[in-house]
């Protein structure tokens, strides 16, 4: 489904966009996800396609908010039976698709975070919508509710033939869905597959949000065969690039943090690495979940996360000093101006 | 006493009863809609909070005599049920109207816009959501104008003097009693008014408390 809608208020936005399988609308706070959420599910004002001008009575759209908005008083059947245009359907039977059939009759009050999101779920899926729109459906959640939630809603968008934009700020949502738009300003940034916008993202600040710390400047040396060469400080690291920049110019260059790796004496590195290998030195190590994040300090304050098994195998500490390789092909290149 | 305690129900059920149809549209709208002069028409909708009761009940004796603004357009209800009915209505409004107000306000927009795209109309909108998720808070509101309205002297007092039958409520029975020294029939009758009053707040009370589980946490 292609959508293209123009809001004026709150926020001015011009937004194309392709929802198909589970689509992942990523944008910081204040960068209009919801009030594309409202205004796609007819609550507020806006032009476009589809669905223009029409109530949201009339919408075909299945619109969970992040609160889910269970109606209280009622129980999760009579939640779904809500949506229920005619009495032959059973309400019971949509609770069946979402697992949740045994707790038809359990007021919202006695339900966890994940039941009520599933209930919601149900509800919006009697309504037999042509769109899904979720508005950060694992904001509330823990990692494992996280995680069957994005598993529930992969398997009824392939199974229903229903794409489903999902509003969220998690970069790990959203390498979980088919495709991620990236909003900024009112329009859509960046678009692709995750790894696209994961390991080539448009502009700094979708790097940044999509968790790429390592963020420096260099200057175009020369353009080879085997890519291009960048002077960053006094080393020159190689870069492997399809769309190389004029010699001499300066650019933005980046690297994730899990993809910087630490050199092991025992292994020699191949001969096409060597430019790219940096000396460091460890400034900080912190605990992230069960790996690492390392700070060091050197020519480039760079960060970096290494797993576990890792670390079990390097011993790293503090203060020591060790080289960390950029492989070329793991280097971006940002193609918006310094 | 008994013609008085009629009256006097009389006067709380139909009051009441005006103050639950107009009230809840009232309400719905002042918490739903925002409008220019929103705050001065809630301001003059409250002011018998404060206002003394003969204050008011002097005003609407001026508009209602015969001569008066309205009276002379018809409304010459001076001395009047149908006098004192308008006054109790006016003097009971903020109270039924900020219980109705409360009610609204536990009503989750977000929920009713959910609703909304569920592709639920208007009409099944109020049936079956918003009426059963605020009924206690209507009826508990609607009690309090009944209690209020029972216990009313100033207004009435004013707008509609002392004629038995018409006007003379059990407020002002009682105040009659005590003014003629009949303290043996004074204590009956207010007897009667501290029971009534316990059993309705105490009503009002339990619908709130129950209102309170019966809607329980909605919020993730």
Redesign the interface.
Same mark, same amino acid.
């Given at each position: 489904m292609e959508i293209a809608y123009r809001i004026e208020q709150p926020l001015k936005m011009d937004v194309q966009l392709p929802v198909n399988g589970l689509t992942a609308l990523l944008g910081g706070s204040g960068s209009g996800k919801t009030t594309l959420l409202?205004a796609l599910?007819?609550?507020l004002p806006a032009t476009g396609q589809p669905f223009a001008g029409l109530?949201?009575?009339?919408?075909q759209?299945?619109? $969970?908010?992040?609160?889910?908005?269970?109606?209280?008083? $009622?129980t999760a059947a009579e939640n779904v039976a $809500?949506?229920l245009?005619s009495k032959d359907q059973s309400a019971v039977s949509y609770l069946e698709k979402v697992n949740l059939a045994h707790l038809a009759n359990k007021?919202?009050?006695e339900l966890s975070?994940g039941q009520?999101q599933r209930v919601a779920l149900a509800?919006?899926l009697?309504?037999e919508p042509k769109l899904l729109l979720l508005d950060e459906p694992t904001s509330?959640l823990d990692a494992t509710a996280r995680d069957s939630a994005l598993d529930l809603l992969e398997s009824l968008s392939r199974n229903l033939d229903l794409p489903a934009l999902i509003v969220t700020h998690d970069p790990y949502v959203a390498s979980r869905c088919n495709f991620v738009g990236v909003l900024e300003t009112g329009v859509i940034a960046q678009f692709g597959s995750p790894e696209e916008v994961f390991q080539r993202p448009a502009t700094i600040s979708i790097a940044k949000m999509v968790g790429f710390s390592n963020i420096f400047e260099g200057i175009v040396d020369k353009i080879t065969d085997v890519g291009i060469f960048l002077t960053v400080d006094k080393y020159k690291f190689r870069v492997e690039t399809t769309e190389p920049p004029p010699t001499g110019s300066r650019v933005k260059w980046g690297i994730r943090p899990e993809e910087v790796m630490v050199v092991r004496s025992d292994r020699p590195l191949p001969p096409e690495l060597q430019n790219n290998v940096l000396p460091a030195k460890i400034a900080r190590m912190k605990k992230r979940g069960t790996g690492y994040c390392v700070k060091l300090s050197g020519p480039l304050p760079l960060l970096m996360l290494i797993p576990r098994h890792v670390q079990d195998r390097l011993q790293l500490e503090e203060a020591a000093q060790i080289n960390v390789v950029l492989k070329p092909r793991y280097i971006h290149l940002f193609s918006s101006p310094v | 006493m008994i013609q008085a305690f009629t009256l006097s129900f009389k006067l709380a059920t139909l009051t009441a009863a005006v103050l639950l149809l107009a009230g809840v549209p009232l309400a719905y709208w002042l918490t739903f809609y925002n409008f220019r002069g929103r705050y001065l028409l809630e301001t003059i909708l409250l002011l018998p909070l404060t206002l003394p009761p003969t204050v008011l009940g002097f005003y609407l004796l001026v508009l209602l005599a015969p001569d008066g603004p309205l009276g002379r357009v018809g409304l010459q209800w001076a001395f009047s049920f149908a006098g004192i009915w308008l006054g109790s209505v006016i003097f009971s409004l903020p109270f039924a109207l900020t219980a109705y107000k409360e009610a609204f306000r536990a009503v989750?927009p977000?929920?009713l816009?959910?609703?909304?795209?569920? +592709? %639920? +109309?208007r009409w099944k909108r109020w049936r079956? %959501?918003i009426l059963?998720?605020i009924w206690p808070g209507l009826l508990s509101g609607t009690l309090l104008a009944f209690a209020h309205t029972l216990g009313e002297f100033g207004v009435v007092l004013l707008v509609g003097g002392n004629i038995p039958g018409e006007t003379r409520v059990a407020s002002i029975y009682i105040f009659d009693l005590v003014q003629a020294l009949d303290f043996q029939a004074a204590h009956r009758a207010a007897a009667i008014f501290v029971a009534l009053s316990l059993a309705l707040i105490y009503a009002v009370r339990s619908l709130e408390e129950q209102w309170r589980s019966?809607? +329980?946490?909605?919020?993730?």
């Open positions: 409202k599910a007819g609550l109530p949201p009575e009339r919408r759209i299945g619109y $969970l908010p992040q609160g889910y908005a269970l109606v209280p008083h $009622l $809500l949506a245009s007021l919202p009050k975070g009520k509800r919006a009697a309504r509330a | 989750d977000e929920v816009e959910v609703v909304r795209t569920l +592709g %639920v +109309g079956q %959501v059963p998720w019966h809607i +329980g946490s909605n919020n993730h």
